[in-house]
T-cell receptor
Framework: GQQLNQSPQSMFIQEGEDVSMNCTSSSIFNTWLWYKQDPGEGPVLLIALYKAGELTSNGRLTAQFGITRKDSFLNISASIPSDVGIYFCAGRPTSGTYKYIFGTGTRLKVLA | DAGITQSPRHKVTETGTPVTLRCHQTENHRYMYWYRQDPGHGLRLIHYSYGVKDTDKGEVSDGYSVSRSKTEDFLLTLESATSSQTSVYFC????????????FGSGTRLTVV
C-alpha cells in the first residue's frame, strides 16, 4: 500500500538544539498533519496544513506544506527533554476523502 | 478528556481464537478508524467507518472484520488470531477528516501466542 517516506528514522540530539524532519511522497496530498506519540499513548495532533506553501507554528514547532504538495517538513526549535517521542506525518490523498496515510515515524531522543 | 476509549488496553490470546477489540466514543463523530502500529511500518489502516453500518477496508484488512451498529461503538474482530496480528491497535475518530484530522485512542496492545 501507499506509504510516506519519513526521515530520519531516529535521531539523538542535545537539549537546546533545533530539530528538522521531513516526509515525502510520490503522490500529491491535499492535507498534511503532524502527530507526536508518547510511550504507551496514542498519537496527538500537533499541526495541520491545508495548502501548498503554508507555514504554521505551534509554540516551538513549525511545519510547512511543500510547494509541490508531495512533501512536508517539521522543525522543533530549542529542544527540551519532553520533546522525546515518535513524530508521525500523515497525508490525505486527493483520491480518498476520509483516509490519511501515515509515515513510518521519526523517533526523537533528547540528551540533557 | 478526548472522549475515545479503547478496551481492553492489553490482551494476550492464543493462536486460532477469536478476539474483539472495542472502540467507544462520546463525541458523536461520524468517522471511525482502526489502525495497527508495528515497528518500521508506522500506522496502517485496517478498516474504517463513515457512518452507522457503513464500513470499508483499509490497506491491511485481511483477517479482520468490523462492525458499527451505533455511532459510538466500532468493533474490530480477529476471526482467528495469528501471531502476525500481534501489534498495537489504535482507534481514531474524526468529525471531518479533511478539516480536523483524527483523534486517537490510547491503544490496545494485543499479543497472540
Amino acid at each position: 500500500g501507499q506509504q510516506l517516506n519519513q526521515s530520519p528514522q531516529s535521531m539523538f540530539i542535545q537539549e537546546g538544539e533545533d530539530v528538522s524532519m521531513n516526509c515525502t511522497s510520490s503522490s500529491i496530498f491535499n492535507t498534511w498533519l503532524w502527530y507526536k506519540q508518547d510511550p504507551g499513548e496514542g498519537p496527538v495532533l500537533l499541526i495541520a496544513l491545508y495548502k501548498a506553501g503554508e507555514l504554521t507554528s505551534n509554540g516551538r514547532l513549525t511545519a510547512q506544506f511543500g510547494i509541490t504538495r508531495k512533501d512536508s517538513f517539521l522543525n522543533i526549535s530549542a529542544s527540551i527533554p519532553s520533546d522525546v517521542g515518535i513524530y508521525f506525518c500523515a497525508g490525505r490523498p486527493t483520491s480518498g476523502t476520509y483516509k490519511y496515510i501515515f509515515g513510518t515515524g521519526t523517533r526523537l531522543k533528547v540528551l540533557a | 478528556d478526548a472522549g475515545i476509549t479503547q478496551s481492553p488496553r492489553h490482551k494476550v490470546t492464543e493462536t486460532g481464537t477469536p478476539v474483539t477489540l472495542r472502540c467507544h466514543q462520546t463525541e458523536n463523530h461520524r468517522y471511525m478508524y482502526w489502525y495497527r502500529q508495528d515497528p518500521g511500518h508506522g500506522l496502517r489502516l485496517i478498516h474504517y467507518s463513515y457512518g452507522v453500518k457503513d464500513t470499508d477496508k483499509g490497506e491491511v484488512s485481511d483477517g479482520y472484520s468490523v462492525s458499527r451498529s451505533k455511532t459510538e461503538d466500532f468493533l474490530l474482530t480477529l476471526e482467528s488470531a495469528t501471531s502476525s496480528q500481534t501489534s498495537v491497535y489504535f482507534c481514531a475518530i474524526s468529525e471531518s477528516p479533511g478539516v480536523v484530522g483524527y483523534t486517537f485512542g490510547s491503544g490496545t496492545r494485543l499479543t497472540v501466542v
